[in-house]
Antibody, heavy 119, light 113 residues
């Protein structure tokens, strides 16, 4: 069955970096776009970034552009989110999700990993 | 960016009664070449990731009970729960995947009256 497992979350000081990973299994990873979606405590869903199946197309939310980088390794079935210059507003649960199309709806989600930015 | 506006923010409905959630997009999400609206609905229960309920505005996801239905086109959409069950207590989000960046509505919390 499809599984998406995020890792790499934790507590980090403002201005520092963190790298999240999402390990995928149970499907042909290399043909699907992948997304990161986050949810601040008690708040709604916010799309963060997407990467096309081949890694050639990437989009970012304005709130993270220039600070976050999405990448993927189709040989290892993983998608990563490098987060630099973290600020308090980045505190959230980060979910990876498989897109049905490049921008598409998300049938499969991971359980999420919590990132807390605090001094 | 396309702004998604949901209403109401919350609603309380008696068991077995109908719940209706509205979602309005700041521009059309109807793709004219295939006549599909790129609008999805998700259900999120406490402590869980979201679950896809509806895509293309009105197509139910796999295993989704038929008491959930989606309607609308262009910029105005509705999610209806025809007969609310206890397990439907959750926050519901609309989501456009018509143009980048994908955007979500602010969510509607559904509770039992």
């Amino acid at each position: 069955q499809v599984r998406l497992v995020e890792s790499g979350g934790g507590v980090v000081q403002p201005g520092r970096s963190l790298r999240l990973s999402c390990a995928a299994s149970g499907f042909t990873f290399s043909i699907y776009p992948m997304h990161w979606v986050r949810q601040a405590p008690g708040k709604g869903l916010e799309w963060v970034a997407l990467i096309s199946y081949d890694g050639n197309t990437k989009y970012y939310a304005d709130s993270v552009k220039g600070r976050f980088t999405i990448s993927r390794d189709n040989s290892k079935n993983t998608v990563n989110l490098q987060m630099n210059s973290l600020i308090g507003e980045d505190t959230a649960v980060y979910y990876c999700a498989r897109g049905a199309t490049l921008l598409g709806e998300y049938v499969f989600w991971g359980q999420g990993t919590l990132v807390t930015v605090s001094s | 960016d396309i702004v998604m506006t949901q209403s109401p923010d919350s609603l309380a409905v008696s068991l077995g009664e109908r719940a209706t959630i509205n979602c309005k997009s700041s521009q059309s999400v109807l793709y004219s070449s295939n006549n599909k609206n790129y609008l999805a609905w998700y259900q999120q229960k406490a402590g869980q990731p979201p679950k896809l309920l509806i895509y293309w505005a009105s197509t139910r996801g796999s295993g989704v009970p038929d008491r959930f239905s989606g309607s609308g086109s262009g910029t105005d959409f509705t999610l209806t729960i025809s007969s609310l069950q206890a397990e439907d207590v959750a926050v519901y989000y609309c989501h456009q995947n018509y143009s980048p960046p994908p955007t979500f509505g602010g969510g509607t919390k559904v509770e039992i009256k």
